[in-house]
T-cell receptor, first 120, second 109 residues
Framework: GAVVSQHPSRVICKSGTSVKIECRSL??????MFWYRQFPKQSLMLMAT?????????EQGVEKDKFLINHASLTLSTLTVTSAHPEDSSFYIC????????????????FGEGSRLTVL | SQQGEEDPQALSIQEGENATMNCSYK?????LQWYRQNSGRGLVHLIL?????REKHSGRLRVTLDTSKKSSSLLITASRAADTASYFC?????????FGQGTTLQVKP
């Protein structure tokens, strides 16, 4: 299946700093990428949808100035957690959908391995 | 926003037994998908069933969909210890995937 790479897999930072997480589609062009957040033993909460070349669409309750999303190319989307605080500590997962065969519309998504953020 | 409710929340069975997980949702859907997540890892797509389908098989997996009841079930037959993971249903509508709360499955060897 298609490969989505997420980096870094783990990051520890001090409160007040900003952290950038990258999501890359390695073998297909991802016109749409999704960012999810997952707390321990809970489900995935959709944070935002990013389309290449346009502004991200954020879900209700997600602060767009807090979680900056950039989808500058068909293979890369980034999530920047700005001025991180301990309550931002979580598991962030990206997923991608493209227009190659079998990946269009609302078909299956391909997920990165996730990034665990710990804010001290 | 979450719209899927899954039960049971946790399931513990012996190797070789079958495992059944249920998912209910609230809105209309284009399709419903099941994913698996090993602890601390990303998600792996298992199977997709379209809104006009009632049942689908893939290896040891069997998925049913009842759109009148807005529910789906995932059956894993002849379970193995390696099936231990969390399983999530996800509903697709308006281009987004919304996940259920998940079922944590433990298969004891």
């Amino acid at each position: 299946g298609a490969v989505v790479s997420q980096h870094p897999s783990r990051v520890i930072c001090k409160s007040g700093t900003s952290v950038k997480i990258e999501c890359r589609s390695l073998d297909f062009q991802a016109t749409t990428m999704f960012w999810y957040r997952q707390f321990p033993k809970q489900s995935l909460m959709l944070m935002a949808t990013s389309n290449e070349g346009s502004k991200a669409t954020y879900e209700q309750g997600v602060e767009k100035d807090k979680f900056l999303i950039n989808h500058a190319s068909l293979t890369l989307s980034t999530l920047t957690v700005t001025s991180a605080h301990p309550e931002d500590s979580s598991f962030y997962i990206c997923s991608a959908r493209g227009f190659t065969s079998g990946l269009s519309g609302t078909g299956e998504l391909f997920f990165g391995e996730g990034s665990r953020l710990t804010v001290l | 926003s979450q719209q899927g409710e899954e039960d049971p929340q946790a399931l513990s069975i012996q190797e070789g037994e079958n495992a059944t997980m249920n998912c209910s949702y609230k809105t209309s859907i284009n399709n419903l998908q099941w994913y698996r997540q090993n602890s601390g890892r990303g998600l792996v797509h298992l199977i997709l069933i379209r809104s006009n389908e009632r049942e689908k098989h893939s290896g040891r997996l069997r998925v049913t969909l009842d759109t009148s009841k807005k529910s789906s079930s995932l059956l894993i037959t002849a379970s193995r210890a390696a099936d231990t993971a969390s399983y999530f249903c996800a509903t697709a509508n308006t281009g987004k995937l919304i996940f259920g709360q998940g079922t944590t499955l433990q298969v004891k060897p």
